[in-house]
């Protein structure tokens, strides 16, 4: 009978998923749009990856070495961040860009607050839209994107993305020019100026609906983020046709799949309670078309994020369930 009688710490029933296996599930559903940025961009991204990689593992082995804590570097989440990175920075980025970028994101927005599962905002986009704001100038150089498979080189032709485009045209003649907008089939596929791996919206969603197959995330984020810049921008075209896109290019230009599959479902600064989840997507979605149509920045996929991820305490706050009884006085 007292074997039977076994008393142990918590927690009693274990996921076999753990933060390693969780972290390569999200590296592998990644790999589609990875492979399409090095067919699109070919030395750039392969050097792109190689660089943020290697600075995000090493910044965090530095600051395990340094803190003397247990070192993290096996749970994968530095290598996942450095690959993040890289897919939401122009292709042909200069290396110190890359190392000012995963210093911020490892040390400044991860490390300095206890290290994984402790950070507010998502890594990645905190080094990204520091340099956004920091560097302009080099965030924003856009390489336009040439196939290894048409035998071209690349030449670093200057080029705007389809939302800097719709932008350019609005302030220079008032409304958007159909013929200048990147046709569905190349912002599907990624052949496209801007980020090196965000635009290629088809090998994004794949990966997304891969994480959904796998349980590691669930559908309440990334549906209620896209269904409500949908909805929105469709509204606004409706009204305004002369000064918007198509609601799908939308959702196919800039970094509105990557974000909200693989940025905004982040376990550590999203909510815990699917209710809190869909209010936190809804929150993405909005501040997203707010500062698309309205703002400065062509693209606001990253700003809403971080926006909404500091809302994301008080959000699990008063979603969370009541314990029987709570509040009765």
């Known amino acids: ?181 990147a046709p569905i089939s190349d912002q599907l596929i990624g052949n496209v100026s801007g980020c090196m791996g965000g635009d290629s919206a088809i090998f994004v969603l794949l990966g997304g609906l891969f994480l959904m197959q796998q349980r590691v995330i669930s559908w309440h984020i990334p549906v209620s983020f896209l269904g409500t810049v949908f909805a929105l921008t469709g509204i606004y075209w409706l009204a305004f046709p002369e000064v918007s896109m198509n609601p799908v290019l939308h959702l196919l230009s800039g970094g509105v799949m990557l974000g909200a599959f693989f940025m905004a479902t982040d376990y550590v600064t999203s909510p815990m309670i699917k209710k809190g989840q869909l209010i936190f997507g809804f929150g993405c979605g909005l501040l997203t078309v707010v500062i698309r149509l309205f703002g400065s920045y062509p693209e606001g996929v990253g700003f809403a994020i971080l926006i909404m991820n500091a809302f994301v305490p008080i959000i699990d706050n008063y979603m969370r369930p009541k314990s029987f009884g709570e509040g009765v006085e």
């Open 1 to 181: 009978m007292a074997d039977k009688l076994l008393v142990t710490f918590s927690p009693h029933d274990r996921d076999p998923l753990t933060t390693n296996k969780v972290m390569l599930i999200v590296i592998m559903a990644l790999m589609p749009s990875i492979l399409a940025s090095v067919y699109f961009y070919g030395s750039y991204a392969v050097n792109g990856y190689i660089f943020t990689v290697a600075f995000c593992v090493g910044f965090e082995r530095l600051f395990d070495y340094i803190s003397g804590r247990k070192t993290y570097i096996k749970d994968n989440s530095a290598l996942l961040t450095g690959l993040l990175l890289a897919m939401n920075m122009p292709a042909g980025a200069p290396w110190w860009i890359m190392l000012i970028c995963s210093f911020v994101a490892i040390i400044v927005s991860k490390a300095v607050f206890g290290g994984l599962g402790q950070n507010p905002f998502n890594p990645a986009l905190v080094g990204r839209i520091f340099l956004l704001i920091a560097w302009p100038a080099q965030m924003t150089s856009w390489i336009e994107p040439t196939t290894v498979a048409k035998g071209l080189t690349f030449d670093a032709i200057s080029t705007a993305t389809p939302l800097g485009t719709m932008k350019a045209d609005i302030l220079s003649t008032g409304k958007v020019i159909a013929e200048n907008i």
